[in-house]
């Protein structure tokens, strides 16, 4: 730290994103990324034309890609937000609803950027505990009268609460905003977006980054009222107005273009989830139900750090938290099939060494 940084940040932990090597001699299976490339038409859109179209600022409402959505979704074209990844969507967020006198609340094993958001900018907040099994109770969010975000299905559990439970969070916190964070709602849940178009204070956010295989474009984008969208969109006009580059816009209608693709490679990983986890049953490991691009998983000989370690020296990335209350277990993104059985294979023999 220099001695010019503002004293209000002195303390502040910033988040620790998952290792990202850049030798890619690892199999991958710790950020929840997509294990299949853009479909062939995402690399046809982002051509030399349009990499020739650099010099030019891109669309800063980005109204192409807003109305590729909006017919996607049947909403309204002004019910849309951009971000730069879903990440900069929380940070609109948490920078435009929550204040001393908006507190925020989000469960206590949740996605580790909530706390940081709400610590850069002083705010109140409570980390809701889960119950048993780390499954989240909707009654511990009605009435609350906060702002809420929950991440469904949550991470790193990969377990969902049902759109009727989350319509009775919103309708009892009419006087806040409740943000749903469907980062991995393409996995086999059901999204609550439905109920965008019903309720003002409801914000639904999703990502390009996992279902959509764009993790390195940076998309997210949001759905609720227009008035959110509105106040998203001062947050962002404050920041950067050009949050999203050409490339990136230009992928990401080819991306809606080619739904099927998508949902043909998500088909294939819950084949591969269900594979995963019944293999990992049979030695003898506890996995949480997933509704996710990943698995929540509890080693039964080893302590989750030593589980990481072990593997990541047979050449297997996957995700540990020295959190006390998840301190055993450790979050494996589900990959294509090669790639789980070598996982597999590399688990047998570390549980071999430890006999
Ligand atoms: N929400 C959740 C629950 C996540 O796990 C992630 C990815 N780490 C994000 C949001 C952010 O994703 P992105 O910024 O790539 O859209």
New binding site residues.
């Given amino acids: 730290m220099s001695r010019f940084l503002s004293q209000r940040f002195a303390d502040l932990e910033a988040y620790v994103?998952?290792e990202q090597p850049q030798d890619m001699q690892y199999i991958k299976l710790n950020?929840?990324e997509s294990p299949f490339p853009p479909a062939p038409a995402v690399l046809e859109a982002v051509n030399a034309a349009e990499i020739n179209r650099l010099n030019l600022y891109p669309d800063p409402e980005g109204r192409a890609l807003r109305q590729k959505l909006a017919e996607h979704y049947n909403v309204g074209i002004d019910h849309i937000f951009l971000?730069?990844?879903?990440?900069?969507?929380?940070n609109f967020f948490f920078m435009a609803f929550c204040d001393q006198t908006r507190p925020v609340a989000f469960p206590a094993v949740?996605?580790g950027?909530y706390p940081v958001y709400a610590c850069l900018y002083r705010l109140p907040y409570d980390e809701i505990p889960l119950r048993e099994d780390f499954r989240l109770e909707p009654l511990d969010y009605c009435g609350i009268g906060k702002n809420i975000v929950i991440?469904n299905p949550?991470?790193?559990t990969g377990r969902i609460i049902g759109v009727d439970d989350i319509e009775k969070i919103v309708c009892s916190n009419p006087d806040h905003v409740v943000m749903i964070?469907e980062?991995?709602i393409d996995f086999g849940g059901e999204s609550c977006l439905p109920l965008a178009g019903k309720y003002e204070n409801l914000l639904v956010?999703q990502?390009?980054?996992?279902f959509r295989s764009l993790?390195g474009g940076?998309?997210?984008f949001a759905i609720g009222s227009p008035g959110l969208i509105e106040d998203l969109d001062k947050m962002k006009y404050s920041t950067n107005s050009y949050n999203i580059n050409r490339l990136t816009m230009a992928a990401a209608i080819a991306t809606i273009e080619n739904h099927e693709y998508y949902v043909n490679n998500s088909r294939k990983i819950q084949e591969n989830r269900a594979y995963t986890v019944a293999e990992l049953n049979k030695l003898g490991f506890e996995t949480l139900p997933s509704m996710a691009n990943f698995i929540f998983t509890c080693c039964p000989r080893m302590e989750g750090g030593a589980f990481y370690r072990a593997l990541k020296a047979k050449g297997i990335l996957v995700r540990h938290w020295e959190k006390a209350a998840i301190a055993d277990w450790c979050r494996v993104t589900i990959g294509s099939r090669e790639q789980m059985d070598l996982f597999l294979k590399k688990v047998r023999e570390i549980l071999k060494e430890v006999d």
């Fill in positions: 994103p998952g950020t929840n971000a730069n990844g879903s990440d900069e969507l929380l949740s996605y950027f991440a949550n991470a790193p964070d980062a991995y956010c990502t390009f980054s996992k993790a940076r998309l997210g």
